[in-house]
């Protein structure tokens, strides 16, 4: 057996923990057993207002926790166990596609970083969003991790750790899709107008969680590494995107100078290009 959602009940959950479960769900789909592992214990380190003592299963006794998003990661973690769910032989598709596992730690010069403000009226929510940024060897800069200072609810927290390792996925669609799914994420009382991000407009967002992760993508669109949906603008042929039914399976291979994609391989002695078709030299 093994899991494949997560979530949250209850009147007095901290606001921002139900998207911890969410984000967290897609991970336990991604047939990852080592890149669920590594969430969960991410997870169980996160920090919060207060630590306090919780009853563990099975037998109830007092465990000192950091937060309340490291307590439902530990008791996640302890039911995965008891499934044997990190048991067994199995790829590690997801994990294997990183960049960098851990955080890449800057020199004395520092990095690059882009923030931008957040206030939610709704929920007297006034903080900063950042987002470190790091030049990969192929000259595309692309965002490592995330973080957020000021007045927030700090289960948040444990959302931009795991959207954090999202984002060191060497393929960008796995972190447009983690971001597109949280877009219609909504919070009792939690919506609120706020400017649209690239335009001159507002609109409603059904939460502050909402609002964050379409920042997140705007800013994914200024580097050229997502357009505005949350969609690649190169497909690198490592997670498959949604294709109609006929076409082509897109492949990872080299730089197609016809579309961009890298995605060109050897197909009956010629290079051919997966993503547009295109046929370059043979031979």
């Not at 795991?162 to 899709?177: E, K, N, Q, Y």
Request: charged share 25%; aromatic share 8%.
């Amino acid at each position: 057996m093994f899991p494949f959602e997560a979530w949250v009940n209850g009147t007095e959950q901290p606001r921002g923990l139900g998207a911890v479960a969410k984000s967290l769900s897609m991970d336990m789909r991604a047939n990852d057993r080592k890149w669920l592992a590594l969430k969960l214990e991410v997870l169980a380190k996160t920090p919060g207002e207060e630590s306090f003592d919780m009853p563990f299963p099975p037998n109830g006794e007092l465990r000192r926790v950091p937060s309340v998003v490291a307590g439902v990661a530990q008791v996640i973690r302890y039911r995965c166990e008891k499934l044997k769910a990190f048991e067994g032989e199995g790829g590690t598709p997801v994990l294997d596609a990183m960049f960098s596992v851990q955080e890449p730690k800057t020199g004395t010069d520092g990095t690059l970083s882009w923030t931008v403000d957040i206030q939610n009226p709704a929920s007297g929510e006034d903080f900063v969003l950042g987002l470190k940024e790091i030049t990969l060897p192929d000259g595309v800069t692309r965002p490592y991790a995330m973080f957020f200072s000021g007045y927030y609810p700090r289960a948040l927290d444990g959302l931009a750790r795991l959207l954090s390792l999202d984002m060191r996925v060497m393929d960008p669609a796995w972190i447009g899709m983690k971001l597109r799914k949280l877009l219609n994420y909504s919070e009792p009382l939690g919506d609120f107008m706020a400017f649209v991000p690239g335009q001159r407009r507002q609109q409603t967002f059904p939460s502050t969680v909402a609002y964050i992760a379409r920042l997140i993508i705007h800013r994914y669109a200024m580097l050229g590494v997502l357009d505005e949906n949350g969609y690649p603008t190169r497909e690198m042929g490592i997670l498959e995107a949604p294709r109609e039914k006929g076409e082509p399976k897109v492949q990872q291979g080299s730089l197609c100078n016809e579309c961009g994609n890298m995605t060109v391989i050897r197909k009956d002695g010629c290079d051919f290009c997966t993503a547009c078709g295109a046929v370059g030299s043979c031979g």
